[in-house]
């Protein structure tokens, strides 16, 4: 089993920016061998995927609403998956969750499918005020 705990959330003006964190913990648990990812939801709305970093090679995928404002990155000396959001909008008020797979291909996990992730945070509350 992996446990997720976000961090990092918090009230932040428009255009400011906000880093957040996730940490991974499990027994026998290689966080270096696991896909992770960043969602959201909005009140109201469904939840939606921000991007993932896809564990082989580091690369990283966006969601078109982030892209170019939101970098994730990921350290795995501290089991953490982080995301950098700059530029934030009101738009981007959600709770923020991580998620985790090691079952997925890229192309499932790239595409943002919920079904692609096994595991998930609790989230924390990102709140941009205009």
């Known amino acids: 089993q992996v446990q997720l705990v976000e961090s990092g959330g918090g009230l932040v003006q428009t255009g400011g920016s906000l880093r957040l964190s996730c940490a991974a913990s499990?027994?026998?648990?290689?966080?270096?061998?696991?896909?992770m990812a960043w969602f959201r939801q909005a009140p109201g709305n469904e939840r939606e995927f921000v991007g993932m970093?896809?564990?082989?090679?580091?690369?990283?995928y966006y969601a078109d609403s982030v892209k170019g404002r939101f970098t994730i990155s990921r350290d795995n000396a501290k089991n953490t998956v982080y995301v950098q959001m700059n530029s934030l909008k009101s738009e981007d008020t959600a709770v923020y969750y991580c998620?985790?797979?090691?079952?997925?291909?890229?192309?499932?996990?790239?595409?943002?499918?919920?079904?692609?992730?096994?595991?998930w945070g609790q989230g924390t509350q990102v709140t941009v005020s205009s």
């Open positions: 499990g027994h026998t648990f290689s966080f270096s061998t696991y896909t």
């Open positions: 970093n896809w564990w082989s090679d580091d690369s990283t």
């Open positions: 998620a985790a797979t090691r079952r997925s291909g890229r192309m499932a996990a790239a595409q943002g499918r919920e079904d692609a992730y096994d595991y």
